[in-house]
């Protein structure tokens, strides 16, 4: 394992190449914290010690270009020549090694192989995970390491998805990883062109960044806080998110049955930079959001949104994915292209996507949805028990979830329906929300734990029967889309808070009678944690909760091995929850970046394009002094700047705002538990009435600058 003093060092050293020493003085303090490459090229910044095996001479030289490193092999009794090559941060792209020169001592050229990982954990002699692995056929090239038939001459060889012979000295091509380990050997298969004894000499590495690179210049929104920790974490998100923005090529994506010739060559929001290179529609429910809120990209999202509507079936179902030739049969992601779509619309004002795929939205919500519904009671029902939902559970019933999400999507189209004038639409869907929450809360919801039922048997069990189970997705959903009052999402909360903390966040379950094996109640999804973080943000008296499983999730990922980046998943112990499988950048996983804008800064859209807003931060319960950032919108930025004042008596509290002209919307003036404050807009007091339960003072604002103050 690498040290954690090395793991620091090398993080300072990836981050200063992102922003560039001698930047000018004048940069805004945020840019300190971007992790993206200054350049399409990006270098490694270290060997990691102990790591080298063998006769390898000068192994800094592939660092430092004094001299090549030289990897030497005479006889079979030696050791297998190896280096580990760091490149500090998890990195995307094309592998690149410049070699200087080659001496055979058999048939056939020397041979290098090379293994990919994104921990050292995983760091063995074959990559933690590579395109073939999901392969099979002719699609199947390699069987863990990439291949390279090293010539005698200077050259640069690049990693590209092909064979250098026929079928033979193959190499994947792209790869997600941290540290990628080089040794010299070939493969008894790649006889007689490779041959495990001779010398390489290698003078560089490099690789040729393929994704999104989010430098400084890319941001239009921003964040800081006096946690610094929080504030590095939302760029860290950014940076992941980043990642997984890339161009849809078939030689490089999902490949099984993945490639879509209606996708090929535009850009997406792939899962994860080094696994499931494919653009699954739910997954965007938090790293869209992480996108529109930093660099204000949307057209990786709409390619995704716009490409699965158009293979949507004709009973309204929509795919989740290109894979399986868009045909993996999820339940619950149909309902996230719905959530998905109004993101997009809410939060860039594109309402020319609404209006050319509002049938879509309707044919899901009026059509499949509708058909999947027991009349008797008026919940969804998924009456098979394979695969369902973003996590392949075997769930069936009336689950929890899907009917939560379910008035979540049909709560969020009524409010862009509205917003389009579309008022028989908004009053259907609104009508129907309210009476499948209703429905809900008096079925599912288990009085003797304060929580709702995950909502189906156990296994083995009688159809229509409650397991005594509890599930952190459809409970945090219920809560976010209004199925209970304050005091029922409090106790719900409460329930998941002492039945579910770990030091590395809150498990998915509080049981595992589901799947035994799988250790569900110790799985912990950053993905659904966004939801229970949320509402406890939005929950009155569940800030300090929420901060507190905030600092454990992401801190947790930011201090161990990758660091930086953001898992798909956490298992038992803090471990990733499917070994080397786990793909440690996933953008489904960035929920701090949306949870740090849209509660600590508290700017979130009310209608499309931010063209009306709330502005209400929560600035309780995490310890923070101050905050500030901006906030993309089509008509320019929404800035946010909130300051408590270490005093007992006069100015307590400033807020200050900016928000574009021709715009309005409501500003939450935090009241600190203070008896009668003076609030003043613009220097002038007003009378407004503050809110005991959430302790805000509403004041109605329009566009343009707004100085408000809190007295005591």
Known sequence: MVSNSLIALYTGLVLSNGVQFGAADT???????????????????????????GNVSNPNGLIDGQEPTVLSRNTESDQLPTIVVDFGQNVVGILSLQFSGSQSLST?????????????????????????????????????????????????????????????????????????????EALSSDAPYTSSFGSVSISSVSLEWSAYLGT?????????????????????????????????????????????????????????AKR???????????????????????????????????????????????????????????LWWVVCSVDLVMYTGNTSFANTYWNTLINALDGYYASNTDSATGLLYKNDTGYGDYAFLPRSGPVTYYNALYVHALSYASQLATSLGLSDDAERWSSRASSVGKALLSRNFDQSVGAFYDG??????????????????????????????????AQILDYWQNATSQEYGNTFYDSSILSPGD????????????????????????????????????????????????????????????????SMAHGWSTGVVPLLTGYVLGVKPQSPGFKTWRICPVVDGGGLTWAKGEVPTPQGSIEVSWERED??????????????????????????GLDNPTISVDGTAVNVTSDPTTGWASVDAAGGKHVFTVEA
Not at 298 to 315: F, G, K, M, Y
Not at 472 to 489: P, R
């Open 519 to 582: 250790d569900f109640n110790h799985r912990v999804y950053a993905f659904i944690s966004y939801f229970e973080i949320a509402a406890r943000f939005a929950t009155p008296g569940q800030a300090s909760s929420a901060f507190d499983e905030l600092r454990r999730l992401y801190g947790w990922m930011a201090s161990h091995d990758p660091q930086i980046t953001m898992w798909e998943g956490i298992g038992p112990g803090g471990a990733p929850y499917e070994g080397a499988f786990t």
């Open 108 to 184: 056939g050229l020397p041979g290098l192989r090379l293994a990919f990982s994104e921990t050292t954990e995983y760091l063995t002699d074959r990559s933690d995970f590579t395109r073939s692995d999901n392969a099979s056929g002719n699609e199947k090239l390699t069987n863990g390491t990439d291949q390279v038939a090293v010539k005698n001459g200077n050259y640069t060889w690049n990693n590209l998805h092909g064979c250098e012979n026929g079928t033979q000295v193959c190499s994947d091509g792209l790869h997600g990883f941290r540290y990628v380990k080089i040794w010299l």
């Open 456 to 489: 189906g048997p156990c296994p083995g069990a009688a159809a229509g029967t409650y397991c005594n189970v509890h599930a952190q997705d459809g409970n945090s959903i219920a809560i976010l889309a209004g199925v209970t009052n304050d005091t029922t999402s």
């Open 647 to 672: 005093a007992q008596t006069g100015v307590v509290f400033t807020l200050n705002i900016e928000t574009p002209d021709g715009s309005s919307g409501v500003v939450c003036v935090p009241t600190l």
């Open 276 to 334: 499931d290179r494919d653009p699954y529609v739910g997954d965007l429910a938090v790293s869209s959001l992480t996108s529109y809120l930093s660099h204000d990209f949307a057209e990786s999202s709409i390619n995704v949104l716009e490409d699965l509507a158009q293979h949507q079936r004709s009973d309204g179902w929509i795919p989740p994915a290109s894979i399986n030739n868009y045909g993996l049969p999820l339940f619950d992601y149909p």
């Open 27 to 53: 940069a805004p303090s945020w840019q300190k914290y971007v992790r993206s490459p200054a350049s399409n090229t990006a270098k490694p910044i270290g060997i990691i010690s102990g790591s080298t095996i």
């Open 216 to 272: 400084p210049d890319t941001f239009t929104g921003s964040f800081e806080c006096s946690d610094e920790n929080l504030t590095q974490w939302w760029y860290d998100g950014v940076y992941t998110v980043d990642m997984g923005t890339d161009v849809f090529l078939a030689n490089e994506t999902e490949p099984r049955s993945a490639s879509s010739p209606t996708l090929e060559g535009k850009q997406v929001l792939f899962d994860g």
